[in-house]
């Protein structure tokens, strides 16, 4: 018997009690956009969640293929009519039993779907704002470069930046870098020289910023660097930009007292948009 919500039930009514993503954040998860059936970017997600899983040392099912991931994905999206813009979430967690020692390595999973207005990547011309976050700091590890349920820093952030009617924070490691902002990747232009920060800064090891970074390099005269970004370098910079796959490029307008251009943002938009229309 448990006490759920004040009232005394069985334990079986709530599939919660025993769940480890639920208890300890024993899980791992990849948000993909589908278009027009497709999921974009499928080998870099399916290559990632399996590096995630081996990272925190669960068991790979036999059958956990990338072919049938993406049959799974497509065949829930497709029964909801969905899968023209869709957003999915697979989520991979540890089953049930033992308290922080697993009693087994073995996996569940779970697909949820929402759909999307769009199916292309727009910018909305509108004002955004950012500023950093402070209260914690992200540590320079390889948890941090993976997908993990467990998002408290993000939540507490996103709270803040409510509060203060910011769009976004910038997040600092431990070392008082700026390495990405709540929800995607970070990237400075300063003169001709694109830069995100390395993954051991302790970002997110981001699939549109693997696209970005590819992008960005075949335009003709602008360097693309992985280097660490300090709060300084942004009161330098001429364009902050964030980067997610379901967003795809979010331009940043304003840092505090600094307003910056968006030219370089829509150049790679245009790109994005061109590579998979083309795919």
Request: glycine share 4%.
């Amino acid at each position: 018997m448990i006490n759920f919500n004040g009232l005394i039930v069985s334990s079986d009514t709530n599939l919660l009690t025993h769940n480890r993503s639920f208890l300890y954040g024993d899980a791992v998860f990849e948000t993909v956009k589908i278009v027009n059936s497709k999921i974009l970017f499928l080998e870099d997600h399916y290559f990632r969640l399996m590096s995630s899983m081996r990272i925190v040392r669960m068991e790979i099912p036999m059958n956990f293929t990338m072919e049938f991931l993406e049959e799974q994905i497509l065949t829930l999206a497709k029964g909801r009519k969905i899968q023209n813009s869709a957003r999915a979430r697979i989520t991979v967690y540890r089953n049930d039993g033992g308290y922080y020692l697993p009693q087994n390595n073995s996996v569940s999973y779970l697909i949820t779907l929402d759909s999307l207005e769009s199916a292309s990547y727009t910018i909305v011309q509108k004002e955004y704002v950012v500023d950093l976050y402070t209260d914690f700091y992200v540590a320079k590890q390889l948890l941090s470069s993976i997908k993990t349920t467990n998002k408290l820093l993000n939540i507490t952030a996103s709270i803040y930046a409510s509060e203060n009617d910011l769009d976004n924070c910038l997040l600092l490691n431990d070392s008082k870098n700026v390495i990405e902002a709540l929800q995607g990747n970070l990237f400075m232009l300063k003169g001709n020289t694109l830069v995100t920060p390395p993954v051991s800064e302790g970002c997110l090891n981001g699939v549109m910023r693997k696209q970005i970074i590819r992008l960005a390099r075949t335009i003709e005269n602008i360097e693309v660097v992985e280097e660490v970004i300090s709060p300084f370098d942004l009161q330098k910079a001429d364009e902050l930009f964030i980067t997610n796959v379901i967003k795809g490029i979010q331009p940043i307008t304003k840092y505090r007292k600094k307003e910056f251009t968006i030219d370089l943002s829509k150049q790679l938009l245009q790109k994005l948009n061109d590579t998979i229309n083309n795919d």
